[in-house]
């Protein structure tokens, strides 16, 4: 079965798509990668994703589903571009889950993980982009519902698509608690979900990579050992 044998590759090639979905609009004009590209890398990233879940039956199948789901409302957004606010709510509150239970299963495969590999490593960087795409629909879903919530955001002639690619770089900025200033946010909500941003970044880094750390430090120092 193909699936099993890609499984293996699952935390390379959902790493390699999430790069591609942060960093494909440097190689072409913003408003031309919003509208055709990225909703097809998408697609490929839920695809890598649902690799992740193999192993358990119904989540895989819920995320199959999802990917139907998804592919549809690609599809929809390509034939029909004067779509209702109220279908682009339901596909970003449905990026929303898609991405915070992957994350749930990356942690859960990277903390049980008994040594650590090349795979557990790829797993933990891949992680926490999940997390970064997480903060990214937050955040857009925060300044559709409540517009100008955050100041700095510069409209330009791409329009929303500058908005949506600025909206993703403060969501990193955020999450590695960067935060250069230039972009801010001006509303109760908007700020807490900065803290909150801030936070799981934090904890993400203190505690799952020291666990990581922990388990590979202790896996030289056996295998140190079993060479003497």
């Known amino acids: 079965?193909?699936?099993?044998?890609?499984?293996?590759?699952?935390?390379?090639?959902?790493?390699?798509?999430?790069?591609?979905?942060?960093?494909?609009?440097?190689?072409?004009?913003?408003?031309?990668?919003?509208?055709?590209?990225?909703?097809?890398?998408?697609?490929?990233n839920i695809s890598s994703g649902i690799l992740l879940a193999f192993k358990k039956k119904r989540l895989f199948r819920f995320l199959l589903a999802f990917l139907a789901i998804s592919a549809l409302m690609v599809i929809t957004g390509f034939i029909?571009?004067?779509?209702?606010k109220n279908f682009n709510y339901a596909k970003l509150g449905s990026y929303f889950i898609f991405y915070a239970i992957v994350?749930?299963?990356?942690?859960?495969?990277v903390w049980k993980a008994k040594f650590v590999s090349k795979n557990v490593i790829l797993g933990l960087v891949s992680g926490y982009i999940s997390l970064g795409l997480l903060a990214f629909f937050l955040c857009l879903t925060i300044e559709i519902l409540y517009p100008?919530?955050?100041?700095?955001?510069?409209?330009?002639?791409?329009?929303?698509?500058?908005?949506?690619?600025?909206?993703?770089?403060?969501?990193?900025?955020?999450?590695?608690?960067?935060?250069?200033?230039?972009?801010?946010?001006v509303t109760a909500i908007a700020q807490k979900a900065s803290i909150f941003i801030g936070l799981i970044g934090q904890f993400y880094l203190?505690?799952?990579?020291?666990?990581v750390v922990g388990k590979y430090i202790n896996q030289l120092s056996q295998s140190n050992e079993k060479n003497r």
């Open 1 to 44: 079965m193909m699936i099993e044998k890609l499984y293996p590759y699952r935390f390379e090639l959902f790493l390699t798509t999430q790069l591609l979905v942060l960093f494909g609009s440097i190689a072409m004009p913003i408003s031309w990668f919003e509208n055709w590209i990225m909703p097809v890398l998408l697609l490929l």
């Open 80 to 84: 029909n571009s004067a779509i209702d």
């Open 148 to 185: 100008n919530s955050f100041s700095g955001l510069a409209i330009g002639s791409a329009g929303t698509s500058e908005i949506t690619d600025q909206l993703m770089y403060y969501s990193y900025i955020t999450l590695m608690t960067i935060g250069y200033g230039d972009i801010l946010p």
């Open 103 to 109: 994350t749930v299963e990356i942690v859960k495969q």
């Open 206 to 211: 203190v505690i799952l990579t020291a666990i």
